[in-house]
């Protein structure tokens, strides 16, 4: 694989929650440090987010026992409130973002363009727990 040529990865989660509080979850700095995190032991304890187009990101991610962490940022491309949200990460990865309001709630889709430094199934499954983990922190 060359590096114009991405794996795209999607994952998603059906949120008992209104749009408006599911945003407001999704975007908040006070809230993504409560849930972003793929296990137990990792957290992100700062968490910064301009979000606009052409407005930045980051968020810190780190192990619990102060082993590891690493930022975890990018720019806005696109955002329309409760519907959409398009991000290129520092290394040029692109990643969209939809809230679809449906009959038993929001279903949140995101995809992402997959790294190439680890298995595809490896992310797909961080992914989903980060998005599992927003999912319980919403409905709570």
Known sequence: ?????????????????????????????EHITKWNHA???????????DLREGGKFCYEMAAKDGSMSFDFEGVYTKVVP??????IMDDGRKVKITFEETGE???VTET????????VEMQRAGWQAIMDNFKKHTES
């Open 105 to 107: 709630g929001v279903l």
């Open 82 to 87: 409760h519907e959409l949200i398009e991000y």
């Open 39 to 49: 296990s137990d032991d990792w957290h992100s304890p700062n968490a910064v987010n």
């Open 112 to 119: 992402f363009d997959a790294e190439q430094m680890n298995p």
């Open 1 to 29: 694989m060359n590096n114009t040529e991405r794996t795209s990865v999607t994952v998603s989660a059906k949120i008992n929650a209104p749009v408006k509080k599911v945003w407001e979850r999704w975007t908040s700095p």
